[in-house]
């Protein structure tokens, strides 16, 4: 990966920062499945993973051919949570990377809300990392694999999206961080990543692909510093 022009990194958050999209995504095919649209837990990935609750209900009433019954999305948001709070840890280490490229600036680019994103990074204790450089797609006319809000995340930190690096889990969050011009590293650290995930990024457009954060640093730092000491 070319580091010379890098100036900032933005982070996608569930499976990037939090360890979120294994309960959350059983929360879901749980929800699911007791109304009657018989889900797993892999369907649940593969179907939902990385979108916004607007375009996930879009998806899921398009399967099940109703709407969903009143109270649904608050009942499995709830219940979401509850797991969360019990289950929620940081992607393996992340809070160490987070320290070590505190020079550059950061911003977090997510589908999920912002009461979501500010609860669990209290929660981590990582919000200090990133103050109000926090930016979710649920306000925005199009959420990923659209670009959208990954532009607003470089408009936000006031820098050419070129010069940013994305890091993504989701082969949507990828589609997105690329169409918007950004470097793209696809993450494969979280408890829900299976087997050929990578494959998966890669082919949704990812420049490389790291199996930890400090593969990421490798990609990211490795080069610019060893042109640093010539």
Not at 16 to 21: F, L, N
Not at 64 to 80: H, I, K, N, S
Not at 158 to 186: T, W
Request: aromatic content about 6%; glycine content about 8%; some cysteine.
């Amino acid at each position: 990966m070319e580091t010379a022009s890098l100036r900032a990194i933005v982070f996608d958050f569930d499976g990037v920062i939090a360890d979120s999209e294994a309960p959350a995504n059983r929360v879901l095919a749980e929800c699911l499945s007791e109304i009657g649209l018989a889900t797993s837990y892999e369907d649940a990935l593969d179907l939902y993973c990385g979108h916004r609750w607007a375009d996930c209900i879009e998806r899921i009433e398009a399967r099940l051919g109703r709407r969903l019954p009143e109270g649904f999305v608050a009942d499995c948001q709830a219940r979401t949570w509850e797991r969360v709070l019990r289950e929620i840890a940081a992607v393996p280490g992340v809070a160490s990377f987070l320290e070590r490229c505190a020079h550059l600036p950061r911003a977090v680019a997510s589908s999920s809300t912002t009461d979501w994103l500010d609860g669990v990074l209290a929660r981590l204790g990582l919000a200090h990392h990133f103050g109000d450089r926090i930016f979710s797609a649920a306000g925005l006319a199009r959420g990923k694999p659209h670009p959208d809000i990954y532009l607003r995340a470089a408009a936000g930190l006031g820098i050419a999206p070129r010069e940013c690096a994305a890091i993504e889990d989701s082969p949507i969050g990828v589609a997105a961080a690329a169409a918007a011009s950004m470097r793209v590293v696809g993450l494969c650290a979280a408890s829900h990543i299976r087997p050929g995930h990578d494959e998966r990024l890669l082919a949704a457009g990812a420049h490389h692909v790291a199996h930890s954060y400090r593969e990421v640093e490798a990609l990211l730092f490795d080069a610019a510093r060893e042109r640093s000491r010539d």
